[in-house]
């Protein structure tokens, strides 16, 4: 095999995403943040900078958090993606997280909110909650321009501590 | 609560650019790549020839828009791409329209051009740059200098003088939400949707730039991704967009990059403030004397309105204001949060803290002490001003008390100096004509449609919460439609009067409700019952204006315009007020200053929406904070622009910055300014915050910093 | 950006042949975290990469009598949250944790992130001269914007600063990448790694274009318990450094130190050893005076730009506070 065998333009992929197995036709240099917008209709993902400094286009690729604008969407091929619109439940009732930071008023605007919760609940699951301090450090990858950051830190703190005693 | 937190926390909120229609097309801008100079050519060859491209387009017929503070609809009244003149670096000078993302951005990329290059000036001192006086270069009243008896004669006869000049650096607003969003045509009707404080000014300023009935365009932006200001009049890219969509026949998006939006934007212009401050042994201030340089732009005059809080501040005899404008080689500054008032409060409020140092009293007590409820340039009262009750009760919370006033002298255990700093803020409470109309359905739901836009500031709770307060009924049975001129006028929501001016509008709306259903002027109502006995749904309009403001205002707004009135008012002024208390502490070693507490307590009249009102305090300081420590747009004057055009290199505040931040009101109703006794929040929620942590880094270090931002190698 | 080719070969084997016969200009693409931007800025346009995100052989982080082992593959992520490396290797563990965000840390690899380049603004800037994305082009940074440029290891042509941070606790603990090309496998220091600037700062390592990074070796030292990492930045968190030192230190049980490594971040154009600094603080108790002249010692040959020349204090105190750390967390 050699690159210059390979066609230039298109990529074949298939993935799931919030459990709905996907089949995409990719050129490599789209992100993943772009195919899950605007070719999957998926806007709750937002682009904030699409260059890795805000945070706001988190998703869980993989069971892991990242950032879909700087992941190329050909890196999805044969992995699990969820974003935001998976966290609440079928019937619409929100995942704890989601109901703290409505509880919290962990937001303003709503722009950075989504890939504020995919983050906080990457967040819990990593383990890295154990106190304040660590919550603000392991979600300085979310900028609020709002400044909800005190509201964030309460909702998670408020969920991590329901996970510990559960 | 919020009532739009659902939609938020699921996604489901549509933002401008969240639109994905069928057949839509992707758009992308290529900018100048000079600061200043004539457009020779631009070869657009390589672009056009990018598989998927649709169209290349460098030269559009579009009016100008006109600068929204000169009686227009724009930013700025420059549009890209109608000439051959390039005034800033960023400038637009070619959009490309294709299938993909990708191919756009591919194809803007491809394109080149050359210039004849002029030199620049960009900052206040550069050479080149042009220093007006505001007053004569803009003879309107509301822009006169303000000057009351001989300030100068007073200070030079005070036995207490101070002086001080103070630098503020140009700053970008950058809301999360990317400038940018989806247009299309409905046969002859234009529909933008895109995230703005002002609905009516897209509108209005479209038909002006491309000759068409405004009647003929719609405008959606029920959700705003943040505002903060930049967001607040017509932007650059939304006409060239409209015409290449109606050219191609097909919907077209646009997302402007990060980069790009610090040019095709508004932001915080530079100033210097130059403040002179005359007193007595006491600490009580005769005079105040403040003269600010303000950058703007070449093409737009930016006024400069900084006086206007300085002045109003306190009991003061004598005061003379001086506001000139200088012109330099960038996009039209405007209105960034607390536009003028933090910086000049940065400013004015340093100057009092030395005052109190240099006559030995204490920063709190020597700000009750020059309280006043006469404003000094009109001689009005203050129709509400709970300053001192805002410095006593943060005081209190904050534990002031225990504050050795002398610098250096606060340790932390760890070696750590504290500091703790106090200053105060104002902010003029404007008001809007608004319309609003009710409608109660069969179903028992009331739906409210008013001027306002959602950005944040929870304008939509406000109004939902007052609404089902008024009428006993479940906020969810409240729905309010904002920033959507298929529904209401949307006039431009800022400058902290969105609420105060839409509340009233509501409230009327109210009254005329429950005549048409036939129920009390009060009480809980059962909706449906009222409205299955009059037999149909029930429809009501209602408007208001401000005290004392024609009624024309409204038909001025239902053309596009800005319809403002304040913050002076027949026989009264009205102003909100805050007080902000800082901790600071300054790392033995490496000098990091961390914020780890903040104590803010306002006088915003009555809390229309605590929990909203709350976050937006939080979310001030947090900017305050940021502007003292961490924000300010690099100029490189080699290429004109601004070079720390990212998120990375525009350092705003992250999570691991923000620790505790106490919110208090004083929560009491100003009926004067309004029947609902709402003043405005947002903006006073910064203004003097930069400033408290300026007076605790002084307390901590002893050492005053005179411009901002006050980083580790000014403490170092 | 522009086209590229696309491959993601299923092994090292694989993925060694591929780049051997990729046309020139082939990059190798991993976590994407600099690769793919640098292609979104216009940075880089290579025609072809070759995707080793996911080769198995990549993986796994490995403990043996004599080394720590990191697969070249591994996400930071996996390195801090490591029980060994966090009780072991403080300095490793805070490298890591205070580099960039958790989304960016669970993307990228260890193997590129040794790799990373920098953020000079110019560079990234395309409408900047830059000797670096541009051989011969100029400097722009030199009369220009040189907060967050390197004091040391700067030539004429190019100060920008490495920024990556876990190759600096690396370097401290002498680290080893074994990199795998078609010519074989090779050893090399991750002293030897990256290169200065010199006449050619478009090079920033060793490697041969078809080589790649598959391990990452750290020989054992009790001066990893010893360790930290001192990061000091504009922000608290989500920011590259000013000024970062990784201190490891062994102290006997007089108080004498026996063992110490000091490697300095932010402020080189590569990762930073300060051997002499290092040897200042052997064979005498720790003290604050002789941590800080540590400190001055490391940053005795700085040399500052316009607007940085406060990085050099800064640097002093940073590499003082971290040998204080490291002195209180060290065997004894």
Redo the contacts between chains.
């Keep these: ?4 065998d ?4 298109t ?1 074949e992929v298939t993935c799931t995403i919030n459990g709905d197995p996907v089949r995409l036709t990719l ?5 993943l943040l ?1 195919v899950l ?2 070719r999957l ?1 998926l ?14 286009c ?1 998703v869980h690729l993989g069971g ?4 879909s604008c ?3 969407a ?2 999805a ?1 044969g992995q699990d993606i969820h ?3 998976s ?2 439940g079928p019937d ?1 009732g ?1 995942h704890p997280l ?1 109901q703290a ?2 509880d919290n ?1 962990a ?8 890939g504020q ?1 995919m ?1 906080g609940l ?2 819990i699951a ?1 383990g ?1 909650m154990a106190d304040d ?1 660590q ?19 309460a909702a998670v703190r408020q969920v991590a501590g329901m996970t510990q005693e559960g | 609560m919020r009532v739009d937190a659902y939609e938020k926390v699921t996604g489901k909120a549509l933002y401008g650019a969240d639109r994905v229609l069928p057949g839509m097309a992707f758009a992308a801008l290529a900018l100048a790549r000079t600061g200043r100079g004539r457009l020779i050519s631009v070869d657009t060859s390589a672009a056009a020839a990018v598989p998927g491209v649709l169209a290349v387009e460098t030269h559009f017929d579009l009016a100008s828009p006109g600068f929204v503070m000169g009686g227009g609809f724009g930013f700025q009244s420059l549009q890209p791409m109608t000439d051959d003149h390039i005034a800033y670096r960023g400038q637009p000078i070619a959009i490309v329209v294709a299938e993909t993302p990708v191919a756009a951005t591919e194809a803007a990329e491809a394109i080149t051009a050359e210039y004849e290059d002029e030199p620049t000036a960009l900052h206040l001192d550069s050479e080149g740059a042009t220093t007006l006086v505001q007053e004569e270069a803009i003879p309107l009243p509301f822009l006169a200098d303000l000057k009351v008896g001989d300030a100068d004669a007073v200070i030079d006869a005070s036995p207490v003088t101070i002086e001080g000049t103070y630098e503020h650096p140009p700053q970008h607003a950058v809301p999360m939400e990317l400038n940018g969003g989806v247009v299309h045509w409905d046969g002859d009707t234009l529909i933008v949707h895109e995230g703005t404080q002002n609905a009516n000014a897209l509108r209005f300023g479209l038909a002006q730039q491309l000759g068409i009935d405004a009647a003929n365009i719609e405008v959606r932006s029920p959700y705003v991704g943040g505002g903060f200001g930049q967001k607040n009049s017509l932007l650059v890219h939304i006409g060239p967009l409209a015409l290449v969509s109606k050219r191609l026949g097909r919907p077209v998006k646009l997302v402007l990059a990060r980069t790009q939006t610090f040019h095709n934007g508004s932001f915080r212009p530079a100033s210097r403030q130059r403040i002179r401050l005359g007193a007595d042994e006491t600490g009580k201030i005769t005079a105040a004397v403040h003269e600010v340089d303000q950058q703007t732009s070449r093409h737009d005059l930016f006024p400069a309105m900084h006086t206007e809080t300085s002045a109003r501040l306190y009991g003061l005899s004598a005061y003379r204001g001086r506001q000139r404008l200088v012109q330099t080689d960038v996009q039209t500054p405007g209105y960034m949060r607390a536009p003028f008032e933090s910086p000049s409060m940065f400013a004015f409020e340093q100057v009092v803290d030395e005052l109190a140092y240099k006559v030995g009293r204490d920063p709190v007590e020597l700000r009750l002490a020059n309280d006043t409820d006469t404003d000094p340039i009109s001689g009005l009262p203050f129709s509400t001003r709970y300053v001192a009750d805002c410095l006593r009760r943060g005081a209190e919370l904050f534990g002031w008390s225990g504050r050795n006033p002398e610098p250096r002298s606060m340790r932390a255990d760890d070696g750590s100096l504290i500091g703790w700093g106090v200053a105060i803020g104002n902010y003029p409470c404007n008001t809007a004509a608004t319309n609003a109309t009710l409608t109660a359905g069969e179903d028992g739901r009331v739906t409210v449609a008013v001027d306002g836009h959602e950005m944040g500031q929870g304008i939509r709770s406000t109004i939902a919460l007052h609404v089902a307060q008024d009428l006993g009924i479940p906020v969810g049975d409240v729905v309010v439609q904002v920033g959507d001129t298929t529904v209401g006028t949307q006039h431009l929501t800022a400058g902290s009067w969105g609420t105060a001016s839409a509340l009233p509008s509501v409230h009327s709306g109210l009254r005329e409700l429950r005549k048409h259903l036939d129920v009390a002027d009060t009480g809980d109502v059962e909706v449906a019952p009222a409205v299955a006995a009059v037999g149909h749904a029930v429809t009501v309009h209602a408007d208001s204006v401000g005290p004392g403001q024609p009624a024309d205002a409204l038909a001025q707004s239902m053309t596009g315009h800005l319809a403002i009135t304040g913050p002076e008012y027949p026989g009264f002024v009205t102003f909100s007020w805050i007080a902000h208390f800082v901790e600071v502490r300054v790392e033995p070693t490496t000098c990091r200053i961390r914020v780890p507490r903040v104590v803010s307590v306002a006088d915003c009249g009555r809390v229309a929406s605590p929990v909203t009102a709350a976050s937006q305090v939080r979310g001030g300081v947090i900017w305050g904070i940021g502007a003292a420590l961490r924000e300010e747009s690099m100029v490189d004057d080699r290429f004109g622009g601004f070079v720390n055009s990212t998120l990375e290199e525009y350092p705003v505040m992250v999570n691991a910055d923000v620790h505790s931040i106490d919110v208090d009101f004083i929560d009491k109703p100003d009926y004067r300014y309004n029947p609902v006794g709402v003043k405005g929040l947002g903006e006073v929620s910064m203004v003097g915050a930069a400033a408290a942590v300026a007076n605790a880094v002084h307390h901590a270090t002893g050492r005053r910093h005179y411009r901002l931002p006050i980083r580790i190698e000014h403490v170092i | 950006m522009r086209p590229f080719a696309y491959a993601a070969p299923g092994s090292v084997d694989d993925a060694v042949a591929v780049l051997r016969d990729a046309v020139p200009g082939t990059k190798i693409l991993a976590g994407g975290t600099t690769l793919y931007d640098l292609m979104k800025l216009g940075v880089e346009a290579p025609p072809a990469v070759v995707d080793v995100l996911r080769l198995p052989e990549l993986a796994g982080i490995t403990v043996t009598d004599s080394e720590l082992v990191f697969g070249a593959g591994v996400r930071m992520a996996d390195v801090s949250d490591h029980p060994v490396v966090r009780a072991d290797y403080p300095a490793l563990a805070e490298s890591i944790w205070r580099a960039a965000s958790q989304q960016l840390r669970n993307m990228a690899t260890l193997g590129g992130n040794l790799l990373q380049r920098t953020r000079c603004g110019y560079f990234r800037g395309t409408d900047f001269a830059c000797n670096k994305r541009n051989p011969g082009s100029g400097c722009a940074a030199i009369e220009g914007h040189d907060r967050h440029h390197a004091l040391l290891g700067a030539s004429s042509l190019c100060s920008a600063t490495y920024a990556g941070d876990f190759a600096i606790a690396l370097r401290a603990f002498d680290a080893v990448v074994d990199v795998v090309g078609p010519r074989g496998e090779r050893p090399i220091a991750l002293a030897d790694l990256h290169v200065e600037p010199g006449e050619d700062p478009s090079r920033e390592h060793v490697l041969d274009v078809d080589e790649l990074i598959v391990r990452i070796r750290v020989p054992l030292t009790p001066a990893g318990r010893g360790s930290t990492y001192l990061k000091i930045r504009d922000r608290e968190s989500y920011a590259f450094a000013l000024a970062s030192a990784a201190v490891g230190l062994v102290i006997d049980g007089q108080g004498v130190v026996t063992e110490s490594r000091i490697a300095l971040g932010g402020v080189a154009t590569r990762p930073w050893r300060a051997v002499e600094a290092e040897q200042s603080l052997l064979g005498q108790p720790l003290t604050a005076e002789s941590a800080r002249r540590a400190g001055e010692i490391a940053f005795a040959d700085a040399r500052p730009g316009r607007t940085n020349r406060f990085r050099i204090e800064l640097g002093i105190r940073t590499v003082a506070d971290a040998v204080r750390t490291a002195g209180e967390r060290a065997v004894r």
């Design positions: 095999m050699s690159t210059n390979l066609p230039a333009t990529v050129d490599p240099r789209e992100s772009d917008r605007e209709a806007t709750g993902t937002k682009k904030g900078c699409d260059q890795g400094h805000c945070g706001a988190t892991r958090r990242v950032v700087l992941t190329p050909v890196q091929a974003t935001i619109e966290v609440a619409g929100l989601q930071f409505v008023d937001l303003q605007c709503g722009y950075c909110t989504p919760i983050s990457a967040c990593e890295h301090d919550i603000r450090e392991y979600l300085s990858g979310n900028v609020c321009r709002c400044g909800a950051y005190c509201g964030i830190v």
